[in-house]
């Protein structure tokens, strides 16, 4: 079982980026996933997820109408669209997966992970 996660780069505030988390060894369609991000010295956090019916999304508050989280189960990818970034979102990005039909928002509920992508929001 494994997640990798691409697409972090050094943007401008303002700027987009689009994550993608590819899974292996496993359908991803069974999973709910969950993409998570640490800054230095700080706790990881929940930005968003979706469920396997590809509806059903969450998203954090700092986030909202600017990611927007989707699926390809075919490709086994995961994407997070990242839109109008700020500085504050300056930090590694990590996809997770967890096979249930609900959404969970905390890092421990999560039983698989990727080794992170690094996004820098800087001018």
């Known amino acids: 079982v494994q997640l990798v996660e691409s697409g972090g780069d050094l943007v401008q505030p303002g700027g987009s980026l689009r994550l993608s988390c590819v899974a292996s060894?496993?359908?991803?369609?069974?999973?709910?996933i969950g993409w998570f991000r640490q800054a230095p010295g700080k706790k990881r956090e929940g930005v968003s997820y979706?469920?396997?019916?590809?509806?059903?999304?969450y998203y954090a508050d700092s986030v909202k109408g600017r990611f927007t989280i989707s699926r390809d189960n075919a490709q086994n990818t995961v994407y997070l669209q990242m839109n109008s970034l700020k500085p504050e979102g300056t930090a590694v990005y990590y996809c997770?997966?967890?096979?249930?039909?609900?959404?969970?928002?905390?890092?421990?509920?999560?039983?698989?992970w990727g080794q992170g992508t690094q996004v820098t929001v800087s001018s």
């Open positions: 997770a997966a967890e096979r249930t039909i609900v959404i969970h928002t905390t890092v421990a509920e999560y039983d698989y």
């Open positions: 060894g496993f359908t991803l369609g069974y999973y709910a």
């Open positions: 979706i469920v396997t019916d590809d509806e059903t999304t």
